[in-house]
């Protein structure tokens, strides 16, 4: 067929269209790039009379063409100019809907509507060792107080015994259009979040298991179920904190993630007396049913408190009763795949919050969590049940929660709450040198 008839029959296609023909080989490469093509699409999107543009005004088409000098840049510009202003758009709508925050947990509070309206969504990408990649599409997704939960599962998974890595990455569609529902099928862009070994599963990452499953926790914040007879995939569960999300989600590529911007040190007025007035909003949930929702404030520690690189700073403390919390309910760990589902007992999700002084996020983590059975009994005279500890740590800090099992009211009291500020973090912050 004649490139002048194929032109014209590409002329009548959307942008996303157009984009997949091209995709089709090397001649439609070409002809899909015409500019006179990506320029009506331009126009049409962009033109500040938008209105009065028809599509299928030949006439019109034309003279603004030769108004904005097609024939003067290469093959495919209008397309690339397209593409980068319709990202811009969506990156600019996003930031709006970005700045509202909660004054509880200093994160957006419009974050539903910013994945509605950017399309966004997440994927895990399979990389066998021969090279081969399974690109597996989301098939839960809940947005909580300071977290997104993602779950992956069904038949089609591939070998454990010949997977080397986990992609997760964030997708958006290239083109959005906010008057219809994105589509999975349309050109997407990756922005890779975090990559993961699959090699193999060390004792010490398993963190739960019932009569069919053990889970394990892969930092940051990914959870692999495995079935226990065939040691195969079962589900994968991704737990992202929405400090910086959206960025992490759309600003990266396929192959290195979104850095942040270099951190200006905040100043620190009274650096002698240690950190005071930060705030903590943490969580503990699966499955939508919350075990705690708690918002602890004016918490304070001094310089005195630091030991061994880091700053102690007490939520929770022991020997104050009136401080001692209970969580709700039977703590689990919720799973479900296409077949069947479960409850894993003393596992659960930890969102955690801190804010500075100044509001700002200072150290944010969403992960599962096991309470493990204590060695050491409380020294206390009010606890005769079972005691549990709670731990976790990454390069920001570390957290250590102790409870009780109170067998009259059967259910577990926090007794103690401690987080463990890393100095390097600290410093790194503030621009001190503790």
Same mark, same amino acid.
């Given at each position: 067929?004649? *490139?002048?008839?194929?032109?014209?029959?590409?002329?009548?296609?959307?942008?996303?269209?157009?984009?997949?023909?091209?995709?089709?080989?090397?001649?439609?490469?070409?002809?899909?790039?015409?500019n006179?093509?990506?320029?009506r699409?331009?126009s049409?999107?962009?033109?500040?009379?938008?209105?009065?543009?028809?599509?299928?005004?030949?006439?019109?088409?034309?003279?603004s063409?030769?108004?904005?000098?097609?024939?003067?840049?290469?093959?495919?510009?209008?397309?690339?100019?397209?593409?980068?202003?319709?990202?811009?758009?969506?990156?600019?709508?996003?930031?709006?809907?970005?700045?509202?925050?909660? @004054?509880?947990?200093?994160?957006?509070?419009?974050?539903?509507?910013?994945?509605?309206?950017?399309?966004?969504?997440?994927?895990?990408?399979?990389?066998?060792?021969?090279?081969?990649?399974?690109?597996?599409?989301?098939?839960?997704?809940?947005?909580?107080?300071?977290?997104?939960?993602?779950?992956?599962?069904?038949?089609?998974? @591939?070998?454990?015994?010949?997977?080397?890595?986990?992609?997760?990455?964030?997708?958006? @569609?290239?083109?959005?259009?906010?008057?219809?529902?994105?589509?999975?099928n349309?050109?997407?862009w990756?922005?890779?979040?975090?990559?993961?070994?699959?090699?193999?599963? *060390?004792?010490?990452?398993?963190?739960?298991?019932?009569?069919?499953?053990?889970?394990?926790?892969l930092?940051?914040?990914?959870?692999?179920?495995?079935?226990?007879?065939?040691?195969?995939?079962?589900?994968v569960?991704?737990?992202?904190?929405?400090?910086?999300?959206?960025?992490?989600?759309?600003?990266?590529?396929?192959?290195?993630?979104?850095?942040?911007? *270099?951190?200006?040190?905040?100043?620190?007025?009274?650096?002698?007396?240690?950190?005071?007035?930060?705030?903590?909003?943490?969580?503990?949930?699966?499955?939508?049913?919350?075990?705690?929702?708690?918002?602890?404030?004016n918490?304070f520690?001094?310089?005195?408190?630091?030991?061994?690189?880091?700053? &102690?700073?007490?939520?929770?403390?022991?020997?104050?009763?009136?401080?001692?919390? %209970?969580?709700?309910?039977?703590?689990?760990?919720s799973?479900?795949?296409?077949?069947?589902?479960?409850?894993? &007992?003393?596992?659960?999700?930890?969102?955690?919050?801190?804010?500075?002084?100044?509001?700002? %996020?200072?150290?944010?983590?969403?992960?599962?969590?096991?309470?493990?059975?204590?060695?050491? *009994?409380?020294?206390? @005279?009010?606890?005769?049940g079972?005691?549990?500890?709670?731990?976790?740590?990454?390069?920001?800090?570390?957290?250590?929660?102790?409870?009780?099992?109170?067998?009259?009211?059967?259910?577990?009291?926090?007794?103690?709450?401690?987080?463990?500020?890393?100095?390097?973090?600290?410093?790194?912050?503030?621009?001190?040198?503790?």
């Open positions: 067929m004649p *490139p002048e008839i194929l032109l014209k029959i590409l002329s009548y296609l959307d942008a996303v269209t157009l984009l997949c023909a091209g995709c089709v080989n090397r001649r439609f490469y070409h002809l899909a790039n015409d006179f093509i990506w320029i699409i331009y049409t999107a962009f033109s500040p009379k938008r209105s009065s543009w028809k599509v299928n005004s030949v006439a019109k088409t034309a003279v063409a030769n108004l904005l000098s097609v024939e003067d840049k290469e093959a495919g510009y209008w397309k690339k100019e397209y593409i980068t202003k319709q990202i811009a758009s969506v990156k600019a709508a996003l930031a709006q809907l970005l700045k509202p925050v909660s @004054p509880y947990t200093g994160l957006p509070v419009k974050t539903k509507e910013a994945i509605r309206i950017s399309g966004l969504g997440w994927v895990i990408i399979l990389k066998e060792k021969s090279g081969r990649e399974y690109v597996m599409e989301h098939v839960e997704l809940s947005v909580n107080d300071s977290s997104v939960t993602i779950v992956w599962y069904g038949k089609n998974w @591939p070998r454990l015994a010949t997977l080397s890595t986990l992609n997760l990455c964030g997708v958006t @569609p290239v083109f959005m259009d906010r008057s219809k529902i994105p589509t999975k349309g050109p997407r990756h922005s890779l979040i975090a990559k993961y070994s699959l090699s193999h599963f *060390p004792e010490s990452t398993m963190i739960g298991c019932d009569r069919l499953i053990r889970i394990f926790h930092n940051p914040g990914l959870l692999v179920g495995l079935w226990k007879r065939e040691e195969e995939l079962a589900f569960t991704a737990n992202l904190h929405l400090h910086h999300l959206a960025e992490r989600s759309t600003l990266g590529s396929a192959a290195l993630p979104y850095e942040l911007p *270099p951190h200006t040190p905040r100043l620190d007025d009274t650096p002698e007396y240690g950190l005071h007035g930060y705030q903590l909003h943490v969580d503990m949930h699966s499955g939508g049913i919350f075990y705690l929702c708690s918002t602890f404030r918490l520690t001094k310089k005195g408190h630091i030991e061994n690189g880091y700053a &102690k700073l007490t939520v929770i403390h022991f020997k104050n009763n009136t401080e001692h919390l %209970p969580l709700v309910g039977k703590v689990g760990l799973w479900r795949t296409d077949v069947f589902d479960g409850c894993i &007992k003393s596992c659960s999700i930890m969102d955690m919050t801190l804010l500075d002084e100044y509001g700002q %996020p200072f150290w944010c983590f969403s992960s599962p969590v096991c309470m493990r059975s204590s060695p050491r *009994p409380l020294d206390g @005279p009010h606890f005769w079972q005691t549990y500890d709670v731990d976790y740590v990454d390069s920001a800090g570390r957290l250590h929660m102790e409870l009780v099992w109170i067998t009259e009211t059967e259910e577990h009291f926090i007794v103690s709450l401690v987080l463990y500020l890393s100095v390097a973090k600290i410093n790194h912050w503030f621009g001190t040198r503790y």
